[in-house]
């Protein structure tokens, strides 16, 4: 064999050593020999990105593509998806290379594949919000005055994402739990929808939908996810094209945080830019600007672990049926070392 080939003989041969320990399947020489030429595979010609409804600042500067283009590498931006639900599913399906999105939804999609190895990869983490960008709201002059009201009551989100998080963290703390009250699943413009017909009692959303909702709706926000929301999620791949394109998952990251260093310095220029592609006024989109955060960071053990503190309590809260262990979604530090650049700490 190539030596070139060799350190990624070795990370297959771990990774399959892993998972037999863990059970998860059985070793056949056959199994080796087609996960080992997997490694070997062509460099794609094209690259999926998946973008939110909610916005996408790579997206937004066409940050990515003339480092593709000087490599011979097509960017197709694919969206946009409603929530981070409907983006993993399209990773799923092979529709999608890389994508960001918030904790839940990796937890959910592993959660709903017992036994089976995550096409769903952690690449590195985004920088918490202060969690002032989510909220469980109610009309102002709704007779809900705290969120202990909310036993019994119409509650519309999308399912599977932060929204589910910040609620069923948010019931605990008053000693209820996600199945005291009515679920209304939506996705989030049309739980934005549902709460503003008042088809439901009480809304739990982020920006920019919650920034729009805030200046031409009279709300109370009844819990922010200060304290709550803490991770504020991830970059993820598609683990074939991540462990057989390690190069253009490296160059990706690079420009995105090179973007995000430079809307934290200056929010306002992102700003503009959502206010002209999300058709918000500009005072909106300053404040949806202001309470994101942009820069990544590398994927911990401390990270791993709150990661695996959000699943454990999913699961004891009976939301997920099974306990899952978020490190059957984490690469090998070789593997990191050949992703991430150098300008992610």
């Known amino acids: 064999m190539n030596k070139s080939f060799q350190p990624q003989r070795r990370t297959v041969l771990k990774r399959i050593v892993q998972y037999s320990a863990l059970g998860l399947f059985t070793l056949s020489s056959s199994l080796v020999g087609s996960l080992v030429q997997s490694t070997q595979a062509q460099t794609a010609k094209v690259i999926n990105l998946a973008y939110q409804a909610s916005g996408d600042i790579v997206k937004s500067k066409k940050a990515v593509e003339p480092r593709f283009k000087a490599l011979g590498i097509t960017v197709n931006w694919v969206g946009p998806f409603a929530a981070g639900p409907q983006l993993i599913k399209a990773l799923n399906e092979g529709k999608v290379d890389i994508g960001t999105l918030g904790e839940t939804p990796p937890i959910f999609d592993q959660a709903a594949r017992p036994g089976l190895i995550p096409n769903v990869v952690y690449l590195t983490g985004r920088t918490p919000t202060d969690g002032t960008n989510q909220g469980i709201v109610v009309k102002a002059n709704s007779p809900i005055k705290k969120v202990a009201d909310l036993k019994g009551k119409k509650i519309t989100f999308q399912v599977g994402s932060n929204a589910q998080y910040l609620l069923a963290k948010a019931l605990k703390e008053v000693g209820l739990k996600i199945s005291d009250i009515q679920i209304v699943a939506l996705t989030p413009p049309e739980a934005r929808n549902a709460f503003l017909q008042d088809k439901a009692d009480t809304w739990v959303g982020g920006d920019p939908l919650l920034a729009a909702v805030e200046s031409t709706t009279p709300i109370r926000n009844l819990r922010n996810a200060k304290g709550i929301n803490t991770l504020n999620g991830f970059y993820i791949g598609r683990r074939a094209f991540v462990t057989q394109n390690p190069q253009l998952v490296r160059v990706f990251l690079e420009e995105a945080q090179k973007v995000g260093e430079a809307a934290e310095k200056d929010p306002s220029d992102y700003a503009k830019i959502l206010a002209d592609e999300q058709k918000l006024p500009l005072a909106v989109a300053q404040k949806v600007a202001s309470r994101r955060t942009y820069k990544l960071r590398k ?41 991430i650049p150098g300008n992610i700490n």
């Open 299 to 339: 994927i911990t053990p401390a990270i791993i672990a709150e990661q695996q503190r959000v699943a454990d309590f999913y699961f004891d809260e009976k939301v997920i049926s099974c306990k899952i262990n978020i490190k059957e979604g984490i690469l090998f530090d070789l593997e990191y070392k050949a992703i």
